[in-house]
């Protein structure tokens, strides 16, 4: 650059309109707060299919799994490493989406263990983190889950969920691994 | 840019040493080799402890485990998501370096409960990935870990392991919640 | 876990289809071969617009530089960080889609100052890298871009893009910031 | 699993210590606010050295510049992305640490075109973001800027910077592409 340019370059103005407000901001890596809900949108979307078996039965509740699948997980990528409850081998992992749904509902011949989890009466769901590991755009959680069912009976279940944050910046499931907890000797 | 800078620009030589061979590469993606490789890593470590175990018994099994767990997890990094096996409630969570060490060898009065899981004389450890999900500089795998005793005896866990690479190119596990496998009706 | 439970479980059979071949796999990270395919695809689109406006006239050029801007860049994001070569302020950065397609091919009133850099008949466009960081599902790199005309002239820009990849494994540019060459005393 | 043990779950008391307030987080995302300390950060630091240089001279400044350059940049992790603003070819590109040091305080007859950047009497180095892409555990930005020296001089650049965050948690700069404003027609 010759010294011409650059004697007028030191007079040259400021861009317009570069006031830090209007900085644009993509973001892409998740927070703590995104991870918290995305983890009460599973409580809920669970106490929901479970009210709608209750109210509507099995068609309807199957309907609502499906789009709970569809929205809240990450099957669209190809997999999802799903290893439910109280799926036992060889069905224990349900890396597709019908085995997902399977797996909230039942009634699919291709899972015949199935009973649906989300079919039991559950009216509370509740999430106590032990740690979270926030990676940048994933997030790892893990810690109990308690769910009560309309009779004030609760079940705890050791549950990992990785959260991917989405192009559309929605959280979705990569990673469910769920177990009912080791009893010691 | 005036005009005689431009034409300047046209003429100029292309850098110095510019061949595609000479590229600078910095890397932190995770490979599937590289996930492979690490989980085979663990697996050889609790071989080897149960090994040191029952030559030289616990204090140098001990300082093995500690070796294992201070390069193999991420405890550096403030916690990690360890819900092993056999460990029950209050303490299902490993989240400590203490607590991780602690299962594998036992011998910690701040874990009672705690037998050595690595104490167990196990001769093989083979792993059977149902799904491995990578995401970025993160990779998590899910399936089956099958252990083989020196009767032969086998027990098989569920497995889910999340490795980071850290700064130095070395995995690290961040999450790893194992189970047993749970027992249809 | 009561005793006659682990017993069963040491009889288990291995769950079916266990083989690694049948392990799925989704991989969000970025290779350096896609990161390599990216940058020829960058050049390859570049010359197809300049050999597309000498055939057909702006229109043509315009639809296809908005195609290209719309496939390889990622402005449904929100925002790309672009600062084109030869961007003057107060309209160096381009961080909307519409700055984009006009420095391409211009003929935009509200970047009255863009001539439509694709619009040069550009012949040639190769890339030396100087170095590339892959940072997990991002990658960047940097080096020189050499554009060489219908005439033979060369003119050579430093160039960073900073590539992402989306959640269908497309590879978009998300930084581009290019500058002709400082020209030293 | 057994119905016995089943109901034993149910009565099962929740683990100890689990209260939101005690979920240990490991959070490896980048936010906003880390972006703009990084950016200030530089600018204080370049300032310093600026200061350095005039107080006591070229020994003192580089030792600071080195160290700024271990701390501010990660050439740990194998090369940095790095075109100053006033390197010429065939050395526009300083993937190497000794380039960078060099870059800030010149007096390295390896690269025999330095002045060192940070000895001319800066006294404000101001930032005006145009966007930033926050990708995770990395975050671009892109913007002006401004340096003003001891008479008031301005001297404005186009300025891009990749952040990456180290495993202590602490912003490194991975790529740093400095290019003086073109000047339309």
């Known amino acids: 650059m010759k ?3 650059l004697i007028a370059l030191l007079a040259a103005p400021l861009m317009a309109g570069a006031a830090s407000a209007q900085t644009k901001v993509v973001n892409k890596a998740v927070t703590e707060t995104e991870v918290l809900a995305a983890q009460k949108g599973w409580c809920s979307a669970l106490v929901d299919i479970s009210d709608t078996y209750a109210a509507k039965g099995l068609p309807a509740a199957k309907q609502l799994a499906t789009k709970v699948v569809d929205e809240a997980y ?5 997999a999802v490493l799903f290893k439910p409850t109280l799926a036992a081998a060889p ?3 349900r890396t597709t989406r019908e085995g997902a749904i399977s797996y ?3 009634g699919d011949q291709a899972f015949p263990h199935d009973h649906g989890f989300a079919t039991k009466n559950w009216k509370r769901c509740d999430i106590e983190n032990a740690a979270i590991f926030i990676a940048g755009d994933t997030a790892t959680t893990m810690g109990n889950v308690r769910f009560t069912d309309k009779d004030g009976k609760v079940t705890i279940v050791d549950k990992t969920w990785e959260f ?3 192009n559309a910046g929605k959280m979705r499931i990569m990673v469910h691994h769920s177990s009912l907890p080791f009893i010691g000797d």
């Not at 990450?74 to 190809?78: T, V």
């Open 3 to 5: 010294k011409s340019i």
């Open 74 to 78: 990450g099957y669209q990528l190809g």
């Open 91 to 93: 069905q224990s992992f």
């Open 104 to 106: 909230f509902v039942g």
């Open 164 to 166: 991917v944050k989405d």
